[in-house]
């Protein structure tokens, strides 16, 4: 059968921020779908958020509450939400209850109440809350095929009467198997809340989903005052491509940083500058929002180990007015919450503002301070998140530094151990060496993927005006461990005769 | 703890008096909570219907002994309410709908019940009391 003679299915808007790319592009229009998992799973407030996002009050959407959650509690705490919207109670969105009829007949008396509305007033969704305890409650004088028989004929009726049908039930993901309201259903959501240590991390698995693809995995997902929002994974990988890389090259604000650069920073090149606590990359960084800001370039600073009012006023002892932007809106400093966040959450606000503030340079302060951030569960993947990151943003065209603290240990430049410079475009060490009994600054350009860099390991200072930087290093060997000494003059003047060779 | 406000008195009274108008023999107050009965125990089951019901006949009996007398029949109809009594009991009903659903929703509860009835005084919450 070619494409064209394939039956169109209509795919429909959840109104769940995420949602949609997860599943392919939305919701198969009249699929029976069940939302499962244990209880406080977002089961409940995930189907009023459909419900509200596609009911018209031309097309319905009927929520039968069976012997669950009181109905009235319900619309208590669904009505706090952002989405529940008042007016389309009753009209657009409309709620029966069945517990009566669950209680005093049998299924198929909650089969024919649940027909007889639909057929009353032909809606576009229909949502049965609970369905585990109409299950539960026939399951006693019931058997499998009666049971089975009567999800058979309610999927039969819904999806004749052209009805988009959820059904949600608390169940554990061990009576999945041989379940019949598994086998009949087309779409599976599964959601979940994982204890990881002290943090708590919601999951959506779309477990099913008949006649579209979808995007396997887990995702995680927040339940604020919108409701829920969900992170896909592909989040900013899916459109475009790379844009401009390298055309241009951005001052970092610091004369000297950018000849050692040839130029500055290639415009949309993601640079890593490491160096150990107190070495001043971030105020390196600093410099470098500051400096697209003077030059009407919109920046973005994420931030995890202070809060925006330190940062601009750590900003401010350097001399950087960082409020007036904020105001302006040309710069978005991003404070996000530690301790139980995804990479896909930080990917999700971070390409969101780089978009909403089309925004040219990016400052993410510090790697570790991110990784610190996450849920446990995510550390372990954080590599891999992060390529993905840096992957989405690097398309939307934005040139990003990353500062990553690390630990000196006087015998390597002490990436590797990070293991992220594969992630860089361009990489940049700051450190300490011990000179003439003085702790002094050194930086090198270490690596620029998109050309020739200064080879010269130069002094820096941290000065009330930011880095300073000065010459080049000369006369020492070992610079690199941190502990140099003297070039012996006999080899350092042999070796400059060499290269006159 | 529930709170009647004078608008929900007042959207109470007139409820009343419009049931009163439409059948004086039958009692305004126990129309109009039949009336309400409707659209809750279709939402809410006839169980929850009937647990508001009780709760605000309580309230009502608190402040008015002469309501002792009265019940709520097994199908959530009240019985043993005459004439222009029980203006209390549709009024904390209406109050207890405020509190657990809130203004807005209660409003369109009653509009839906009475579409010439409705009034947005009912989420004026000035002057509130118990």
Sequence with gaps: ?501 | MNTVTPAIKDLARRLIALEAARDAAAGGAARACDQLRRPLTRMAGAAGFRSLLSRALALAKAGDYSLNSVHIREDGVLDGLAGDDGAAVVAHLLGLLETFIGASLTRQLVRDAWPDAASDKTDDRDGKQS
Aim: charged share 25%; proline share 5%; aromatic share 8%.
């Design chain 1, 1 to 501: 059968m070619s494409a064209a003679d394939r039956v169109t299915i209509r795919k429909l808007p959840t109104g769940v921020p995420g949602l949609d790319e997860i599943m392919g592009g939305g919701l198969p229009e009249f699929s029976f779908n069940i939302i499962a998992g244990a209880p406080g799973g977002g089961k409940t407030t995930l189907a009023h958020q459909i419900g509200f996002a596609i009911a018209t009050p031309e097309r319905p959407a009927l929520y039968f509450t069976v012997l669950g959650e009181p109905a009235i509690k319900m619309l208590r705490y669904q009505q706090q939400f952002q989405f529940f919207d008042p007016a389309k109670v009753n009209t657009a969105v409309r709620f029966i209850n069945l517990s009566q009829v669950a209680l005093e007949q049998d299924l198929e008396a909650v089969l024919a109440e649940i027909v007889k509305e639909v057929e009353a007033v032909g809606p576009s969704v229909v949502i049965v809350d609970s369905f585990r305890t109409v299950v539960r409650k026939a399951a006693g004088g019931t058997g499998e095929a009666e049971l089975q028989g009567f999800i058979q004929r309610l999927a039969l009726n819904l999806t004749s009467w052209e009805a988009t049908t959820f059904l949600i039930g608390e169940y554990t993901e061990g009576e999945i198997r041989d379940n019949p309201v598994f086998t009949v259903a087309d779409g599976l959501f599964w959601l979940s809340q994982h204890v990881e240590r002290n943090s708590i991390v919601r999951k959506l698995q779309i477990m099913k989903l008949r006649g579209q693809e979808s995007v396997p995995g887990l995702y995680t997902f927040r339940i604020t005052e919108g409701g829920l929002q969900t992170f896909p994974r592909t989040y900013g990988l899916t459109s475009g491509t790379e844009k401009g890389k390298g055309q241009n090259r951005l001052s970092t604000g610091i004369a000297k940083f950018d000849e050692l650069l040839h130029g500055g920073i290639p415009e949309g090149d993601s640079l890593l500058m490491g160096g150990p606590s107190g070495a001043g990359q971030s105020i390196l960084a600093t410099q470098f929002i500051a400096e697209g800001l003077k030059r009407g370039e919109p920046g973005i600073v994420a931030i995890f180990e202070e809060l925006t009012d330190q940062y601009v006023r750590r900003a401010a002892s350097f001399g950087f007015d960082f409020e007036t932007p904020q105001k302006a809106g040309t710069l978005e400093i991003i404070y996000l919450r530690p301790l139980d966040l995804s990479v896909d959450e930080m990917v999700h606000e971070v390409v969101n503002s780089v978009k909403k503030l089309g925004a040219k340079r990016l400052v993410i302060d510090s790697l570790v301070g991110f990784e610190m951030a996450l849920a446990p569960g995510f550390r372990t993947d954080f590599r891999e998140s992060l390529y993905r990151m840096i992957g989405a943003l690097t398309r939307l065209g934005v040139t990003i530094i990353s500062t990553v603290e690390i630990e000196e240990d006087f015998t390597s430049l002490g990436l590797s151990n990070f293991a992220i410079s594969f992630l860089s475009d361009d990489i940049v060490r700051l450190r300490y060496v011990s000179i003439n009994g003085q702790l002094r600054r050194m930086l090198m350009v270490v690596k620029m993927r998109g050309g020739p860099h200064s080879i010269d390991m130069n002094e820096y200072r941290v000065t009330d005006k930011g880095i300073v930087i000065g010459e080049p290093l000369r006369g020492y060997r070992g610079l690199t461990s941190g502990i140099p000494g003297p070039w012996h003059p006999e080899v350092r003047d042999a070796e400059a005769a060499d290269r006159k060779e």
